[in-house]
T-cell receptor, first 116, second 113 residues
């Protein structure tokens, strides 16, 4: 069964700390992996998309890596700020035969709190 | 460039009624997918439409249905509502081929009483 797991479920850090969120997936035949952020009661905001042929992507203070062989992705947030407080979700599109386009399988998310 | 628009934002319905939710994708996107988000189950895939055809379907009962129009706008319908259908319903749009980066709307909060 194709599943996505995120650890930890919750994380609380002081402002300014660098942190890593983890995402693991059970099947290495992925098409891409996408990281999202969700604020309470709101929709999802796309942070980074990593195609299966890529090893990492960067946007500002965010860096996401992908290791298909080990079934893992990490989201690195540098110099965290209170405004980074949100739920972070990773989602995988698998591509057995190319029929999984548009179907995202999500992890349960990591609730991040950055306190001043 | 306008984002994904979902209407209405909030709905309160009674058990047994039916409801229709709407999603307008980003201009040029041909894929629209729908997700149900609940505190207990997280985000679960309902179905995906591409160029008016359902391309993928999740494990939900037949009470959940959808369609996509020629302008890529999509609607989702839930018939015979149950209390357990209370959730945040999110839709996402993407180009659907090649670049499949998904962009989400703000969601429709459905409460069934």
């Amino acid at each position: 069964k194709q599943e996505v797991t995120q650890i930890p479920a919750a994380l609380s850090v002081p402002e300014g700390e660098n942190l890593v969120l983890n995402c693991s997936f059970t099947d290495s035949a992925i098409y891409n992996l996408q990281w999202f952020r969700q604020d309470p009661g709101k929709g999802l905001t796309s942070l980074l998309l990593i195609q299966s042929s890529q090893r990492e992507q960067t946007s500002g203070r965010l860096n996401a890596s992908l290791d298909k062989s080990s079934g893992r992705s990490t989201l690195y947030i540098a110099a965290s700020q209170p405004g980074d407080s949100a739920t972070y979700l990773c989602a995988v599109v698998w591509s057995p035969g190319g029929t999984s386009y548009g179907k995202l399988t999500f992890g349960q998310g990591t609730i991040l709190t950055v306190h001043p | 460039k306008a984002g994904v628009t979902q209407t209405p934002r909030y709905l309160i319905k009674t058990r047994g009624q039916q409801v229709t939710l709407s999603c307008s994708p980003i201009s040029g996107h041909r894929s629209v997918s729908w997700y149900q988000q609940t505190p207990g189950q997280g985000l679960q895939f309902l179905f995906e439409y591409f160029s008016e055809t359902q391309r993928n379907k999740g494990n939900f009962p037949g009470r959940f249905s959808g369609r996509q129009f020629s302008n890529s706008r999509s609607e989702m319908n839930v018939s015979t509502l149950e209390l357990g259908d209370s959730a945040l319903y999110l839709c996402a749009s993407s180009y659907g081929q090649g670049n499949t980066e998904a962009f989400f709307g703000q969601g429709t909060r459905l409460t069934v009483v």
